[in-house]
């Protein structure tokens, strides 16, 4: 089992800056991807960017060039930066791990942008 403790979050301004983190903590093995997904009011849960524990990342499109996802694999946690932020952003933010078929999830964390 993992867990997950995520921070951060809350309300901005348009154009504003908020910063995520969620540590993990369980039974980890070296071998994994962390990340974060969104749910928008009215949508579905969609990725936000990904990091593997080599440092590999994916970033969706909507937030290439304004998020930026890093990690402290020697203590589980990974923090997600979010610069230039847009209305389109507010979302519930869940950080995700996920290890040899395995996949958990955060708690969600509110992130809302006001224009």
């Known amino acids: 089992q993992v867990q997950l403790v995520e921070s951060g979050g809350g309300l901005v301004q348009a154009g504003g800056s908020l910063r995520l983190s969620c540590a993990a903590s369980g039974t980890i093995f070296s071998i994994n991807t962390m990340g974060w997904f969104r749910r928008a009011p009215g949508k579905q849960r969609e990725l936000v960017t990904t990091i593997t524990n080599s440092g590999t990342t994916n970033y969706a499109d909507s937030v290439k060039g304004r998020f930026t996802i890093s990690r402290d694999s020697a203590k589980n946690t990974v923090w997600l930066q979010m610069n230039s932020l847009k209305p389109e952003d507010t979302a519930v933010y869940f950080c995700?791990?996920?290890?040899?078929?395995?996949?958990?999830w955060g708690q969600g964390t509110q992130v809302t942008v006001s224009s």
């Open positions: 995700h791990f996920h290890q040899l078929g395995f996949t958990y």
